[in-house]
T-cell receptor, first 114, second 115 residues
Framework: DAGVIQSPRHEVTEMGQEVTLRCKPISGHNSLFWYRQTMMRGLELLIYFNNNVPIDDSGMPEDRFSAKMPNASFSTLKIQPSEPRDSAVYFC????????????FGQGTRLTVV | AQKITQTQPGMFVQEKEAVTLDCTYDTSDPSYGLFWYKQPSSGEMIFLIYQGSYDQQNATEGRYSLNFQKARKSANLVISASQLGDSAMYFCAMGPTGANSKLTFGKGITLSVRP
């Protein structure tokens, strides 16, 4: 299995631009998570999906952030418009939602907003 | 709500010695899982070990073991025979069991292994 695949690995964009991060979960996993990691706040759960349905988006910082999961093999996290404080590493993770299972993480996308 | 606390400052250990990384948690869920992840300087998150709240025995995985004390709500990670490659950030996490489980992470602990 190729693992969780995220793209791009690095993204540098100007403030105000739209940014789209992409994630392909492990085949057969039915839970998908988006995390953001910063030095100040550590790992924060932004949103998670179960069977393609958003279950909890309480971690999404504000309306500028949106996430979709149109099918079991693809998810996007969009920031529009982006701001410098959005600079962080964004991780996507997937797991089997049967409890007692670990989440497998992608390599992350390092986002820099200048 | 769930909460993970990792309060140790940066940890140092001599190569080949054992080290314990502390983790305490709080939850009202009757059934839950506890996890440890490693994040080396390259940035990826690597799953290390899992402990279920109803497991009778402490989990072990190679050089990693989890010292689970349910009454004290602690789930410390023990790394035996430390190697230079163990230098990394270590995160404790927990999640309820069930269909809509999600992981909550602690702030992490930095471990440096000295040659």
């Amino acid at each position: 299995d190729a693992g969780v695949i995220q793209s791009p690995r690095h993204e540098v964009t100007e403030m105000g631009q739209e940014v789209t991060l992409r994630c392909k979960p492990i085949s057969g996993h039915n839970s998908l998570f988006w995390y953001r990691q910063t030095m100040m706040r550590g790992l924060e759960l932004l949103i998670y999906f179960n069977n393609n349905v958003p279950i909890d988006d309480s971690g999404m910082p504000e309306d500028r952030f949106s996430a979709k999961m149109p099918n079991a093999s693809f998810s996007t996290l969009k920031i529009q418009p982006s701001e410098p404080r959005d600079s962080a590493v964004y991780f996507c993770a997937s797991s089997l939602s049967r409890g007692y299972t670990e989440a497998f993480f992608g390599q992350g996308t390092r986002l820099t907003v200048v | 709500a769930q909460k993970i606390t990792q309060t140790q400052p940066g940890m140092f250990v001599q190569e080949k010695e054992a080290v314990t990384l502390d983790c305490t948690y709080d939850t009202s869920d009757p059934s839950y899982g506890l996890f440890w992840y490693k994040q080396p300087s390259s940035g990826e998150m690597i799953f290390l070990i899992y402990q279920g709240s109803y497991d009778q025995q402490n989990a072990t995985e190679g050089r990693y073991s989890l010292n689970f004390q349910k009454a004290r709500k602690s789930a410390n990670l023990v790394i035996s025979a430390s190697q230079l490659g163990d230098s990394a950030m270590y995160f404790c996490a927990m999640g309820p069991t069930g269909a809509n489980s999600k992981l909550t992470f602690g702030k992490g602990i930095t471990l440096s292994v000295r040659p």
